[in-house]
């Protein structure tokens, strides 16, 4: 019994790890003034900004879910 509990606790560890961050992906891109590249990852729940100096957004991203707009 005792390694049953200790096997289940193993396996609700990774979850409880990640809780609070979202992945997104397929972001829209525009360029600021002053040359930055701003993207902008949304779905119906959150909005991500991200601003970088590359010429091209990263495909996904991980944010913490609280840091949303």
């Known amino acids: 019994m005792k390694g049953t509990v200790l096997i289940l606790c193993g396996l609700l ?5 990640n809780a609070g961050r979202i992945t997104m992906s397929n972001p829209e891109q525009s360029i ?11 779905n119906s729940i959150y909005t991500f900004t991200y601003v970088t100096k590359s010429k091209h957004c990263p495909y996904s991203k991980s944010f913490d879910t ?3 707009e």
């Open 13 to 17: 560890l990774p979850f409880s790890a």
């Open 32 to 42: 600021t003034k002053s040359g930055r590249t701003l993207c902008v990852y949304s």
């Open 66 to 68: 609280t840091d949303s």
